[in-house]
């Protein structure tokens, strides 16, 4: 079913991810191209709360493609949490007769979009923005992959300080609740252990872990550590423990933090983001709402955003079989 919608609004929202910038010049260039205005919220459901609101073209969004970040900036709105602050931001809708919404974050954002659909029923769609690729309903979130290879670099660094001092490592990566990043990064850099959500491995499995290693003559070591790991209460504690019980390491923690949040996204991301981009105004066109952009087995798709939100992505079983041999 086409629509005649003629006006959008696209905004960013939670944490940025690169590739937003990508994601927001392919809505804002499709809307061009087929004739409907595009109007920019700034600083998320907080510009939409404020007016903070511009009106967008194809040249609007002219070398933002490479840049990390998000141009439209993000913000929490604990307003729009409110129903007073939510028709505070119908008010900027009508008044600038914006008739449907792209929204590029993560499930809080989609959370907060569904809540206003249903609230006010104008059409929405949700592009998955965030570097933990912990949203159900795509194999791959923007700005994952820009994040996995910025892990990595880091990484590689470490581990030339690693092998010089004969120390053990303990790298902590983003994954509050799912271990993507560490599970990959893990593999990608050789790492002599990878401690996820998803798999508690416990404090004396990872001492007898790197038991072995000492034995078999590793006299330096890696170890990933994605932030919602339950091994211990935090990534310090678990060094700590390592250290107490095995004197002859030389132990250091490095928390990567929000550095994996920036740079230039990397050429994945720029496409994937492009490719979602354009997918949602033409989902829009088609007539539906409520629906993510997704991606799976190379083709978009299209998620109820309840989906997004409640389900649970899947760690790969078999990238923790590949983890656990080479670790040898």
Do not use: W
């Not at 307003?79 to 590029?104: W, Y």
């Not at 979009?113 to 690729?133: C, H, K, L, Y």
């Not at 990872?206 to 038991?211: F, I, P, Q, W, Y």
Request: hydrophobic letters at 40%.
């Amino acid at each position: 079913m086409k629509t005649s919608i003629k006006r959008i609004g696209v905004l960013t929202s939670g944490g940025d991810a690169p590739g937003m910038n990508a994601a927001l010049r392919a809505v804002v260039r499709t809307a061009a191209f087929h004739s409907i205005v595009c109007i920019g919220i700034y600083r998320g459901y907080q510009g939409l709360v404020d007016n903070d609101v511009r009106l967008m073209n194809a040249r609007s969004v002219n070398n933002i493609i490479n840049k990390g970040g998000t141009i439209l900036k993000s913000a929490r709105c604990l307003e729009f949490r409110t129903k007073k602050g939510r028709v505070s931001a119908f008010k900027t809708i009508q008044k600038n007769d914006i008739e449907a919404l792209v929204i590029i974050g993560g499930d809080g954002s989609f959370t907060g979009a569904m809540i206003f659909q249903s609230e006010f029923n104008i059409p929405v769609i949700g592009i998955p923005g965030t570097i933990d690729n912990d949203i159900f309903g795509t194999s791959y979130t923007i700005g994952y992959d820009t994040a996995l290879n910025t892990v990595i670099e880091a990484v590689d660094k470490i581990r030339d300080t690693a092998i010089s001092h004969n120390r053990l490592f303990f790298v902590e990566v983003m994954g509050r609740d799912a271990g993507h990043i560490a599970l990959n990064t893990g593999i990608g850099a050789g790492a002599e252990e990878v401690l996820i959500p998803e798999e508690d491995m416990g404090l004396e499995r990872l001492l007898e872990s790197l038991k072995r290693s000492e034995k078999t003559g590793k006299s330096s070591s890696i170890v990933i550590v994605a932030e919602g790991d339950k091994t211990g209460k935090n990534v310090f504690e678990i060094a700590e423990y390592v250290e107490k019980n095995l004197p002859y390491y030389d132990v250091r923690v490095s928390v990567l933090g929000h550095m994996q949040r920036g740079g230039s996204p990397s050429c994945f991301d720029r496409v994937l983001a492009s490719r979602m981009g354009l997918y949602a105004v033409e989902a829009l066109l088609e007539g539906k709402s409520n629906v993510m952009v997704g991606v799976k087995s190379e083709k978009m798709i299209l998620s109820p955003l309840v989906k997004a939100i409640k389900g649970k992505s899947e760690i790969n079983k078999d990238l923790i079989r590949v983890s656990d041999i080479l670790t040898i």
